[in-house]
């Protein structure tokens, strides 16, 4: 048994009775059977603590809502842009890319991925570990496991992969704080994406996303690259229509790329410094503030929403990476980076 989990199972054992989850114990629902059975097969699991862990998650009925209307859902480009893009949060961009410049080297050495993509996943996920979210994520992941049949077999998945990760890491199970769907660390990752694509990058034997910068960036890093991120190539380009008569047949693309850029190209979309006849891209369409844009999303685009499923996070990934190495820039000229 770990440190952590030996320390939890006392502190349960002493701890006074107070009252289940609002939905019952959460060991003793079918679901939590099964998950307790699955788990005391897996290496290292000590099945008291892990049924402590369950006995110990508590219900929280405003994850759920949060879910069932979660505010990206509302907003357009004009709102989502400027929650995300200002001159400080570019700034501290730059700034943690100076102060970590020797790591972030190697990393884009070894994975090819710009230090200021790096940058803006870190600070659009947690201001660079400012927020790093207020639910408990052992709540969050039991919540939404038990208790949000929409994707329940996806959160109980994350739960069993978040047991198994205290484990191999030594996290303090009943304390770690996430988002409110149960992402951890700086890059806020979900437990089968720590397991599955953090990096120890200072060879201590432990993948740590909360306080070694250079775990955090290698693992962002690296889940891009593990993802198909293509080095040196750009993400997505300002594009225009030269001919609207097929823009409505032309399908808007989200999280994949749907044309051949010859396809496009002879459908009447416009780039300044067009990609390869066969490169795979997508045509995306926000509402911003000045009114429609229309932009040519490459392969490196469509890779950052791996990481978070909406377009709006991609393209405020993509923009913030470039304030900051506009930022980044300006520093080193001793201008000025507002703009």
């Known amino acids: 048994m770990t440190r952590s989990l030996l320390l939890l199972v006392l502190a349960l054992a002493s701890a006074p009775v107070i009252a ?163 992402a951890m660390g700086l890059p806020q990752f979900m437990p089968s994406s720590y397991r599955a694509y953090a990096v120890d990058g200072n060879d201590n034997g432990k993948r740590d996303l909360w306080e070694e910068p250079a775990d955090i960036i290698y693992s962002v890093a690296n889940y891009l690259a593990e993802h198909g991120w293509a080095r040196d190539e750009s993400v997505a380009l300002p594009a225009w229509i030269g001919s609207d008569k097929n823009l409505d047949k032309i399908e808007r693309s989200k999280r994949k790329p749907a044309y051949r850029w010859d396809a496009l190209d002879q459908l009447g979309v416009r780039v300044d410094d067009p990609p390869a006849d066969d490169a795979q891209v997508g045509l995306l369409q926000f509402e911003g503030a000045q009114g429609t844009e229309y932009w040519l999303g490459l392969n490196n685009f469509f890779v950052i929403t791996t990481y978070n499923h909406s377009p709006l996070y991609a393209m405020a990934v993509y923009q913030l990476g470039q304030e900051i190495a506009f930022a980044r820039q300006n520093a080193a000229l001793g201008g000025d980076t507002d703009r």
């Open 20 to 182: 289940t989850a609002a939905t019952g114990n959460y060991a003793e629902r079918p679901e939590g059977k099964a998950l307790l059975e699955r788990l005391e097969k897996a290496d290292g699991v000590d099945i008291d603590a892990a049924r402590a862990l369950l006995e110990d998650a508590k219900y929280q009925p405003k994850i759920v809502a949060t879910m069932r209307k979660p505010a990206e859902r509302t907003l357009t480009w004009a709102d989502y842009r400027p929650i995300f893009l200002q001159p400080e949060r570019a700034r501290k961009g730059a700034a943690y890319i100076e102060e970590h410049r020797e790591l972030f080297g190697r990393a884009v050495a070894k994975y090819g991925v710009p230090a200021n993509i790096i940058a803006a996943i870190i600070g659009v996920e947690t201001k660079y570990g400012a927020f790093l979210g207020r639910d408990r994520v052992l709540d969050a992941l039991a919540t939404l496991g038990f208790d949000y049949p929409e994707r329940a077999d996806y959160f109980i998945k994350e739960l069993e992969n978040f047991v198994v990760l205290c484990v191999e890491e030594d996290l303090a199970c009943d304390r770690e704080i996430g988002s409110y769907a149960g």
